[in-house]
């Protein structure tokens, strides 16, 4: 059995409409590529329809692992979730408290992390040292360069 995955509505969609790419468009692509390394004669030494199978078979593996993926999912219901503590889709606006600088982070789950839009994994430190706190906690999270202090400014909602 796989485990449960946690999405929200925009990284299951984002799944599905991988899923029906690979479905609809690579395999019929993959199929023409066999079929003409086929008709170049002996297979058996032909790199081209070697090659052409491989890559089906990958294609195959990815297409088993998001169906899979897709049925195990769960969608986050943001409506029943609590707003006064840092949640799983909060945005969360920190404070460094030694430099004084302000950070905004999102917090997903790890398949929809994006640290270039601002959005962070649950999985990661900042993320874990978050959960749970409210506006105006001081929280000491381990990060990779060390222990920082970050004061919690905003919870919001997107």
Do not use: H, W
Not at 5 to 29: H, I, M, S, W
Not at 64 to 74: C, S
Not at 83 to 97: D, G, Y
Request: glycine share 4%.
């Amino acid at each position: 059995m796989a485990d449960v995955e946690y999405f929200t509505q925009a990284g299951l969609q984002k799944l599905k409409d991988e899923l029906e790419n690979l479905c609809v468009n690579e395999r019929p692509k993959i199929a023409a590529a066999i079929a003409e390394a086929r008709d170049k004669g002996d297979l058996s030494e032909n790199a081209e329809y070697d090659a052409a199978k491989e890559a089906q078979q990958l294609l195959e593996m990815k297409i088993v692992k998001l169906q899979l993926t897709i049925a195990n999912a769960r969608v986050i219901d943001e409506s029943k979730m609590d707003t006064s503590k840092v949640l799983i889709l909060s945005t969360v606006k920190i404070k460094n408290v030694k430099s004084k600088q302000m950070m905004t982070y999102t917090i997903v789950p790890e398949k929809e992390a994006n640290l270039k839009a601002g959005k962070i994994s649950i999985t990661s430190p900042i993320a874990k040292g978050l959960l749970g706190k409210s506006v105006g906690e001081q929280v000491e999270i381990q990060v990779p360069a060390g222990k920082l202090m970050f004061e919690i400014v905003e919870i919001t909602r997107e």
